[in-house]
């Protein structure tokens, strides 16, 4: 309820004009120090909102057109500039050259596992583990296309069916059921043949069945007894690494369907300092050959 | 509506702040401001000269025998040399400093604060400077209230730039102990020290001539904790700097034959640098510098009377004495029943037997740390990310980070070990390897060294889930010298 603003008789200070069941509030005001760095940060405020983005509307950029993004590529080029002279140096070395040099690799490990994790992880994992689905792990020491320095560098530089040259890996695998060129029947003796390469068929009968299968339609590619050929891109199938899964089903719709996965073009996308860098990292991860 | 206000309160709260009385100290010569010119002496030539010895570490390690060296985050003293992991022996120096501190003030009473301590020391140096500029207390006293001619104005200016003077070679001195003190002082002359030298410079130096030249007493009486709390470690076994006032009261002309031996000179009270009476008894501002104790040594033997009315004494035979001469009239034969009652300073008592056993048990758990401290350390971090890589012949392999610590100087050439299962195969990349095939660990001088480390565990062992291993880190013949335990995974079935 509002009253008169008065003199506390008891204090002698002014009241607020403010009174609830007989209790009037005293107006204490804040120091003034307090006050006044107040209306100073308020004035500060009313000439960055004027100067600087601050406000969320699209554009409203403020009179010295400032922004964050904007002020990003001096930055990046001011860092790019830092390090040109070792990219340099990576981009005129070998992978080789590159993992021979102790101060060339340390720096190439440390930039090739942040482009790494920026490029290749979202498909290849953290730690180029890999996943089943199409996935191959980048540590094993199983590698559809090679793993020596040479290899892994074209296949980053090119990719893997990425329509970009005729330098890129991979040729595609036949579907042979939907082709016609299996029944269901022939493409699960087929499996049982795969299977047993890795001594876990269950039927005698069908791997003999299937072995004939095998060297008519998959050893030209795959080889006899399943080596695989790097070449061509056609993985071993008698050993424990299975890119879309190693159980029957699995591999019958690898035969009955064909798999072919895609790994994009690197060459034009990354420095080729960068590309090193990888290769060097790619190869240390494991499995490098 | 009836109101009843409420009684205004009957305190009077009054003001709590006290205008500063500038204290104008008088010199003094006797035997403890002898002493204190020898402490000032000794320890400012310490603090202006220590930067400056040298210590040879060998190649690539700086020669500066005490240096926090921030940028490599290494602490050099002498032969000593901590990483930033081993701060904690700082903090236990810290600690038996603090210990050492209470025991000394149980037995003596406030020497550090009268002797040692840097605010008494600069504070005593620049009051110095003040005598030889001003003159002494009554030249001081009169500069102070008479005219501000052209002899107060140069005065003061040649006090002032010598406080300077003194304040930025204190500053100065400081950042010698974070920096190589020769190549510092030279950037710093020059101009080409860094904005953080100067900014710590200036800080030195503005604290120095801020709490030496114009806060002086003010600091030891509102700013530090320490004479707050002290009075918990002094007991009447301590001793302190009193007044015998037994002896001294009633205080008369040197002439009155009813008077004690106190004249009321007020030699006491002019010297002392807080500007208290130690008259009045124990005080918070007393800093038991003991130049009152000179000064009236000096009074008793021009008037031909025993010296120590005022003396470095335990409350125990001050209250003995008291005790003794009460009711008797001034004289010798008071003097002589005083002095004869008092028993010599129990230094073995109670409080002063635990804070010694407090002090050796916090050596013994220093030393311990340091004769135990470990200046080569092995650290395995398993990979993460693919916790373990399946192997085209069924075999399993996981990847291991090793970091290898060398606190020394000196490279170490080690061959690793790995314990676990027959037939894991160890391979450390950028390793070489020693006759035996082992991997050769190779350590940089002083530092961390980080290899990545595979281990394979071939088909036929069908390790399942985590199976323990250990690195193990061989000396030249053999023995191990390190071990470090960590698993090895595989898939759960």
């Not at chain 1, 107006?27 to 500060?44: D, E, Q, R």
């Not at chain 2, 035996?436 to 660990?441: A, D, E, K, S, V």
Request: hydrophobic letters at 45%.
């Amino acid at each position: 309820m509002p009253t008169k603003i008065e003199k506390d008789s008891v204090s002698g200070q002014m009241t607020t004009g403010h009174e609830w069941d007989g209790l009037k509030e005293l107006n204490t005001p804040l120091p003034t120090w307090w006050l006044y760095t107040w209306y100073v940060c308020i004035a500060f405020s009313l000439v960055w909102v004027v100067l600087y983005p601050a406000l969320p509307i699209t554009g409203a950029t403020g009179l010295l057109g400032w922004t964050a993004r904007g002020a990003l590529p001096a930055q990046q080029a001011a860092e790019r500039t830092r390090i040109e002279p070792m990219l340099a140096r990576l981009r005129a070395a070998t992978p080789e050259q590159i993992a021979a040099d102790p101060e060339l690799r340390g720096f190439a490990l440390a930039g090739g596992r942040v482009a790494f994790a920026n490029n290749c992880a979202g498909c290849h994992g953290a730690g180029g583990q890999g996943a089943v689905g199409g996935f191959p792990s980048l540590a094993d020491d199983d590698w559809i296309y090679g793993g020596s320095f040479e290899a892994i560098q074209h296949t980053i530089r090119h990719g893997v069916r990425a329509n970009e040259s005729d330098e890129q890996r991979g040729i595609a695998m036949p579907a042979f059921q939907t082709t016609g060129m299996l029944n269901p029947n022939q493409v699960s003796d087929t499996a049982e043949f795969v299977l047993s390469l890795t001594g876990r068929s269950t039927d005698a009968a069908a791997v003999t069945r299937g072995e004939a299968l095998y060297t008519e339609n998959c050893a030209s590619c795959h080889s006899d007894r399943g080596e695989g050929n790097r070449d061509l891109g056609a993985p071993r199938l008698n050993d424990r690494i299975w890119l879309y899964g190693g159980d029957k089903a699995a591999v019958m719709r690898s035969i009955a369907y064909s798999r072919a996965g895609v790994m994009p073009s690197w060459q034009g996308r990354l420095d080729p300092a960068m590309i090193n860098m990888l290769t060097v990292y790619v190869h240390a991860m494991g499995g490098g050959e | 509506m009836s109101v009843i206000p409420p009684r205004a309160p009957q305190i009077d709260e009054g003001s709590l702040y006290a205008t500063h009385q500038k204290v104008y100290p008088r010199a003094v010569s006797g035997t403890v401001r002898r002493v204190k010119w020898a402490v000032l002496v000794l320890l400012l030539g310490l603090y202006y000269i220590v930067p400056w010895l040298r210590w040879d570490r060998g190649p690539n390690a700086p020669d500066q025998a005490v240096l926090v060296d921030i940028g490599n985050a290494r602490l050099f003293f002498f032969g000593f040399e901590l990483w930033p992991q081993e701060i904690y022996f700082l903090t236990g120096i810290l600690v038996l400093g603090a210990i050492g501190l209470f025991a000394v003030t149980s037995l003596f009473g406030r020497v550090w604060c009268g002797f040692t301590c840097p605010q008494t020391v600069w504070t005593d140096l620049f009051m110095w400077i003040e005598r030889r500029i001003e003159g002494d207390r009554n030249a001081r006293i009169k500069l102070d209230q008479g005219p501000k001619d052209s002899v107060w104005w140069r005065a003061k200016l040649r006090k002032h730039v010598a406080w300077l003077a003194i304040a930025m070679a204190t500053g100065g001195a400081w950042i010698m102990y974070f920096n190589d003190a020769p190549s510092v002082t030279w950037a710093m002359l020059t101009g080409q020290a860094s904005l953080t030298v100067y900014g710590f410079f200036a800080l030195f130096t503005a604290t120095t001539y801020v709490l030496a030249g114009a806060a002086r007493e003010q600091v030891c009486t509102y700013m530090c904790p320490w004479p707050r709390f002290q009075g918990a470690m002094l007991d009447e076994n301590s001793l302190v700097v009193t007044y015998r006032d037994w002896r001294g009261e009633p205080r008369g002309k040197p002439t009155d034959p009813t008077a004690g031996d106190c004249v009321d000179c007020k030699a006491c009270v002019h010297v002392c640098p807080t500007g208290i009476d130690i008259r009045d008894g124990q005080q918070l501002e007393c800093i038991g510098c003991g130049l009152c104790v000179d000064a009236c040594d000096d009074v008793m033997k021009r008037l031909d009377r025993p010296t120590g009315l005022v003396a470095f004494e335990t409350l125990k035979n001050l209250a003995a004495s008291e005790a003794a001469t009460k009711g008797m009239a001034p004289g010798p034969q008071l003097l002589a029943k005083g002095m004869a009652v008092r028993t010599p300073q129990k230094l073995l008592r109670p409080r002063t037997l635990v804070y010694a056993g407090v002090l050796g048990a916090a050596v013994l758990v220093m030393l311990g740390a340091w004769l135990m401290r470990a200046t080569l350390t092995l650290t395995v971090l398993p990979d993460r990310a693919s916790l373990y890589v399946q192997l085209a012949d069924g075999g399993l392999r996981n990847g291991f980070t090793l970091k290898l610590a060398n606190k020394l100087r000196g490279e170490l050439a080690l061959p690793l070990v790995l314990e676990g299962p027959q037939g894991l195969r160890l391979l450390v990349q950028d390793a070489g390897l020693d006759a035996q095939g082992r991997p050769l660990l190779t350590t940089r001088d002083d530092g961390i060294t980080q290899w990545r480390a595979l281990v394979t565990a071939p088909e036929g062992l069908r390790l399942r889930g985590a199976t323990p291993i250990t690195f193990r880190l061989l000396d030249a013949e053999g023995r191990t010298i390190l071990r470090q335990s960590s698993v090895f995974l595989g898939p759960d079935r």
